[in-house]
């Protein structure tokens, strides 16, 4: 059904804690994701150099595969870039709620149309566990969606 009534300030804080809870929860992963590939990469990298000194081309192939593997995926997926964009996002959604206090809500409307116009990355899986944890941080746990199992998978690794 469609509104009848107007948004509220409290509804525009609303959108900014969530905002800064799935950007927030985002970079984590991003960052557990990049973490993971650089230590399967020198452990690799290692195994694959040990194989060649060890006189063994099996173990020198399998790690070479495996580290060339990791690197595509790091280079075409550039998790640590990400983090970086959703760190920098969650830090100035912190801002705006900062200062949400002494905006009225054009000015913050204002301000969070001109943070969304930020080209950001997007998983679509820690959507619905970053709307669960803003709504339960505003005391409106009774608002709160069912999540998948993938949902709360996901949101667990983050």
Not at 123 to 149: C, F, G, H, M, Q
């Amino acid at each position: 059904m469609d509104r009848l009534d107007d948004r509220s300030h409290f509804e525009a804080v609303g959108d900014i804690r969530y905002a800064l809870r799935y950007f927030h929860l985002q970079s984590r992963l991003f960052g557990k994701i990049d973490g993971l590939f650089r230590l399967i990469s020198v452990v690799a990298g290692s195994s694959s150099f040990a194989g060649f000194l060890a006189g063994s081309p099996r173990l020198a192939g399998i790690a070479a595969l495996i580290t060339a593997v990791v690197t595509a995926l790091d280079i075409v997926w550039s998790p640590g870039n990400k983090r970086l964009i959703c760190s920098e996002l969650s830090k100035r959604y912190t801002e705006l709620d900062r200062k949400s206090k002494k905006l009225d809500l054009e000015e913050l409307d204002e301000e969070l149309w001109r943070l969304r116009e930020t080209d950001a990355p997007a998983i679509e899986a820690l959507r619905v566990p970053a709307y669960n944890d803003s709504v339960s941080e505003r005391s409106l746990a009774s608002y709160k969606l069912t999540t998948t199992w993938w949902q709360n998978f996901v949101a667990s690794l983050a």
